[in-house]
């Protein structure tokens, strides 16, 4: 990477990272805080595009003033949060001492469409020549994620130049082209959660915010000490437009965002401050049935992903979840839907990946009424095959419709997750995804799976969360030479379910058989709203899920 230069000329020579494991001593002023330190730098440096004239001093003992003028000593630290994180230059506090309460301002540099190159190698060297420096994003902007718990907020620099990769939605959300997916965007954390504010996608930036460009979570965003303000957006929940049908079977899904009935103890989880959670006492299970019966108008069948056992986290044998589906079930009954069945196949203990002790599954509730189970068809996919080790298994069940008294297969899936993409600003293989290798393998098996199932002559839904976009590899060996995604009914900005530090994503799709879609015989929907609205910052989620509503409807007759 290129040389950090950081704050002050010693001995004749800026500092950088060459002075790794040496002892300095440095002054500056305040330019903002974080629970682990403070920043400093010199208020009369010109930024020269190359170096940084600001530094993060890390300290625990001392918490200064923003403002105050201070000579600090320590130890010049390359710090590195992970094995492939990109290296952040920091001073260890040993001594410190104020100068003066109050020095010359520091003049911030304002964030702007110039002062961040679209290309990612050209951006990574400028936000590290930025890194550690006072920085201003200017009122007008537009939030392109919703609040969270953590008071993150990214924004878009909105301008009257039109950017062709640039496409909004309806609510002021961006998706970005299938080239710059793991495009960057300007973002802030307010470390006072008393000053951060609880707001929804599209909500527009009122006054301007400053402060220290921080390296953090494998990413750039500004470090905020002070409130801001903002004018709402307000977001309704969709409504679907495809109820149930006699000749139909609809079909919903729902990632449940590691649903589980018990609060769980924390000498028997893994990571009490991870692992402890109430999903019915914040609503979780009330919420997800007001999802099915209000926004879905009580699907025939719902292909449920991240359902827990009957202990949650809890480091135990149990595996069965009984008690999280009838705790669903009976939500839906007090809003008058129907009496679901529930059907899934427990996994082995700790053999599907996912929160430790959860044993996480895919499961599916189906109305009786309409809709019948056929006995012995419920089977996982890929347990004996090596991509699926430690990994959510696909869960295949045959539905009959009743009314017309055809039969459609449904495979609800969950891929291997997303989470271990390197950043775009690691210092080896920016970008690359780890796991992408295992969904493709996970993809295939699933292919193969269908292509058995047309020799057959049986129809076939495949759904749930497959970690993956519509341009990627992964759904294009999910397509082949025979399949079709509903997705591509939807209109270009339609098209998001989920929100990655500001970029809308689809991560659900609907894989149909090409004669199927061609035939007219299929509708789908992402049904807004959830994935677009914050919650308070500094408080635990009271969200059903992290991903949007997905419903198809499949016509039998």
């Given amino acids: 990477m290129p040389i950090k230069l950081a704050i002050r000329e010693i001995q004749g020579e800026q500092l950088n990272s060459a002075f790794a494991g040496q002892a300095v001593q440095t002054q500056g002023v305040v330019t903002g805080l974080t629970r682990r330190g403070f920043f400093i730098q010199t208020a009369d440096k010109q930024w020269d ?79 590290n020549s ?14 392109l ?3 969270n718990k953590f008071g993150d907020y990214v924004v878009a620099l909105d301008s009257p130049e039109v950017d062709e990769s640039e496409l909004r939605t309806n609510f002021g959300g961006m998706i970005p082209s299938a080239d710059t997916e793991l495009r ?53 929940h969709d409504v679907t437009t495809l109820a149930p049908e006699p000749g139909h079977l609809s079909v919903l899904t729902l990632n449940c965002f590691n649903l589980d009935p018990q609060i769980e103890r924390d000498g028997l989880v893994n990571n009490p401050r991870l692992d402890s959670d109430d999903d019915w006492g914040d609503g979780r299970f009330h919420t997800l049935a ?47 839907g129907p009496h679901y069945l529930w059907v899934d196949v427990p996994p082995i203990l700790g053999m599907d990946g996912g929160q430790p002790g959860g044993n996480i599954r895919n499961g599916y509730l189906y109305n009786p009424d309409t809709t019948e189970l056929l006995d012995q068809s419920v089977s ?46 690691a210092p080896e293989n920016a970008g690359i995804d780890a796991k992408l290798d295992v969904r493709l393998a996970q993809a295939a098996c699933v292919y193969e799976q269908t292509k ?50 500001g970029k809308l994503q689809v991560l659900m799709h609907g894989i149909v058989s090409r004669e199927f879609h061609a035939g007219g015989r299929a509708e789908y929907e992402i049904i807004h709203g959830n994935e677009l ?17 997905v419903i198809a409807k499949l016509d039998l007759r």
């Avoid at 149990?318 to 809003?335: F, G, N, R």
């Fill in 49 to 127: 595009e190359v170096g940084s004239d600001g530094l993060f001093c890390y300290s625990r003992e001392w918490m200064p003033e923003v403002g105050a003028v201070l000579r600090v000593s320590g130890e010049v630290v390359d710090f590195c949060k992970h094995d492939t994180a990109k290296p952040v230059t920091q001073l260890h506090v040993d001594e410190l001492k104020q100068l003066r309460s109050s020095g010359a301002e520091v003049e911030a540099i304002t964030v702007s469409h110039d002062l961040l190159p679209l290309d990612p190698n050209e951006l990574a060297k400028r936000l």
């Fill in 130 to 143: 930025l890194e550690g420096m006072l920085l201003r994003i200017p009122a007008g902007q537009t939030f």
């Fill in 145 to 147: 994620a919703p609040s």
């Fill in 184 to 236: 960057w965007f300007p973002g802030f954390r307010v470390s006072n959660s008393n000053h951060a504010k609880r707001l929804n996608l599209g909500a527009k930036l009122t006054s301007d915010v400053v402060g220290p460009l921080n390296y953090r979570a494998d990413s750039y965003q500004i470090s905020v000490s002070q409130p801001f303000e903002f004018d709402p957006a307000y977001v309704t």
């Fill in 290 to 336: 007001q999802a099915i019966v209000l926004q879905a108008k009580s699907p025939d069948i719902v292909a449920l992903q991240e359902i827990q056992d009957n202990d949650g986290a809890e480091q135990s044998e149990v595996t069965d979840a009984s008690q999280t589906y009838q705790l669903l079930i009976d939500c839906v009954k007090e809003l008058n």
């Fill in 380 to 425: 996982v996919l890929g347990r004996e095959l090596a991509c699926f080790e430690d990994s959510r298994k696909p869960l295949l069940a045959h539905f009959r419709e009743k009314d017309s008294g055809s039969v459609v297969a449904v495979i609800n899936v969950h891929l291997a997750s997303k989470r271990h993409q390197a950043s775009i600003f």
């Fill in 452 to 501: 058995d199932l047309r020799d057959r002559g049986i129809d076939f839904y495949v759904t749930g969360d497959f970690n993956d976009t519509e341009h990627s590899q992964t759904l294009a060996v999910f397509e082949g030479d025979q399949n079709y995604n509903l997705l591509k009914n939807l209109a270009p900005n339609e098209r998001y379910d989920y929100n990655h530090r």
């Fill in 533 to 549: 609205m914050g919650i308070t910052p500094g408080q635990e989620s009271d969200k059903p899920s992290d991903h949007a509503y």
